[in-house]
Nanobody, 117 residues
Framework: VQLVESGGGLVQPGGSLRLSCAAT????????MSWYRQAPGKQREFVAT???????DYATSVLGRFTISKEPANNGMYLQMNSLKHENTDVYSC????????????WGQGTQVTVSS
């Protein structure tokens, strides 16, 4: 599975962005897709996930502000981010989780989100 993210950019505090992750390849092997964030020199952190059947889960810090959903048009998913804060600034990457093993999981290249006035 190959993943391509889009939709990052610069936004003011309180603003919104929508990140998209398009998937190609053997999409039938995907059991879930997730968003992670990573700051320079820090470990990657979980943001949100959506399973094949549409179930979702979120990091506590984004509950009520972010929404993850499948995007059938591109076999992928999107992350709607509202009420953005300075601390949401990071590189956001999507991950495809395989039905097989963790070694079969794949990552996108990442997209920068900057929240600044």
């Amino acid at each position: 599975v190959q993943l391509v993210e889009s939709g990052g950019g610069l936004v003011q505090p309180g603003g919104s962005l929508r990140l998209s992750c398009a998937a190609t390849g053997n999409i039938f092997s995907v059991k879930a897709m997730s968003w992670y964030r990573q700051a320079p020199g820090k470990q990657r952190e979980f943001v949100a996930t959506v399973t094949r059947d549409g179930s979702t889960d979120y990091a506590t810090s984004v509950l009520g502000r972010f929404t993850i959903s499948k995007e059938p048009a591109n076999n992928g998913m999107y992350l709607q981010m509202n009420s953005l804060k300075h601390e949401n600034t990071d590189v956001y990457s999507c991950k495809s989780e395989s039905i097989w093993t963790a070694d079969d999981d794949t990552w996108g290249q990442g997209t920068q989100v900057t929240v600044s006035s």
